[in-house]
């Protein structure tokens, strides 16, 4: 797997796109925070970074698919992909490999990124009057919403011998997974559902995070969704190795495996980690005891108003 995983890093970066493709995210990034006046950071005095975070995966929409898109279909393109499976490698040995790639170059990427958050942290006024830990949380964020991208860029690279079909698959998948589905459940049709399906995209859960507080069912969501689709490219790339019903049972049982986690098991796991300097997302100790005075307080004057009224009654 070490050996796939540093084969696909190079063979992106022998290519003249590889550079390109990273040299072209950071100008766009770059132009959106410092240039355009209406999401210039000069232009609105505050020291944040949430341009950035904003246009970012719309940005990704693109690079991830681009990074992606020749990791299995290019194999069957130059026909070295029966080779590769003669070595002894596993498909899940191969997938993971590739994968490891993608997420490796996604992260290059984003790495010259973080000079965004020193300049901005070294020009604030007073000086460091930036929120380190919200920063750190959207970075994460980040890093969550890549291996999404890159697993279904992947399984979408699988799907296809021309790695031009694969990048488009690649960026529809991505764009209805992101806003697609977001945008689908404000539809008033869905309007009794409309928070389960919002669940079922990525959006909700990118800015769950973003806003520097990660949740267990925002991690289960993000690790099962990568885990689902790379899960369905071995299974897809190891159909002609096994019978139809065997990856029929292969999808239907990462399916349902996905459904347990996300719709009964994480929405009953609370723990959070608030990453903001003031925990703005987190309540104090003061404010637990308020709440739970005025519920005391609540349930008192519930418990005397049935009384009064039985005794009335009586």
Not at 209 to 230: E, H, I, K, N, P
């Amino acid at each position: 797997m070490i050996s796939i995983y540093k084969k696909e890093i190079s063979s992106f970066f022998n290519s003249l796109i590889g550079y390109l493709a990273i040299a072209l995210f950071l100008l766009v990034t770059g132009l959106v925070l410092w240039i355009f006046p209406d999401t210039s950071i000069f232009e609105s005095g505050y020291a944040s970074l949430d341009g950035f975070f904003s246009i970012a995966p719309y940005l990704f929409l693109f690079l991830i698919p681009s990074i992606s898109m020749r990791s299995l279909s290019g194999e069957r393109a130059d026909g070295t992909f029966e080779l590769l499976c003669s070595r002894p490698y596993r498909l899940r040995d191969i997938v993971l490999g590739k994968y490891g790639g993608i997420l490796t170059i996604a992260l290059l990427a984003i790495l010259p990124t973080i000079m965004y958050a020193v300049t901005i942290n070294t020009l604030a006024f007073p000086r460091g009057n930036i929120d380190i830990g919200a920063t750190i949380g959207s970075y994460l964020g980040l890093f969550f919403l890549t291996s999404v991208y890159g697993a279904i860029g992947i399984f979408c690279s699988s799907l296809t011998k021309n790695p031009i079909i694969a990048f488009l698959l690649g960026v529809f998948a991505n764009f209805i997974a992101y806003y697609g589905i977001d945008a689908f459940s404000n539809m008033s049709m869905v309007s009794s559902h409309s928070e389960l399906i919002k669940n079922l995209g990525i959006q909700a859960h990118y800015h769950s995070v973003s806003r520097g507080v990660l949740t267990v069912s925002d991690t289960v969501y993000f690790v099962s969704v990568s885990a689902l689709f790379l899960l369905f490219t071995v299974g897809h790339t190891g159909r002609i190795f096994r019978k139809r019903t065997v990856t029929l049972a292969w999808y239907a049982s990462a399916l349902a495996g996905y459904i347990v986690l996300n719709h009964f098991s994480a929405p009953n796991l609370t723990s959070r980690i608030d990453f903001t300097e003031d925990k703005r997302f987190t309540l104090n100790a003061t404010s637990k005891e308020l709440l739970k005075s005025l519920t005391e307080m609540f349930i008192s004057r519930y418990f005397w108003t049935v009384i009064f009224r039985l005794g009335l009654t009586g």
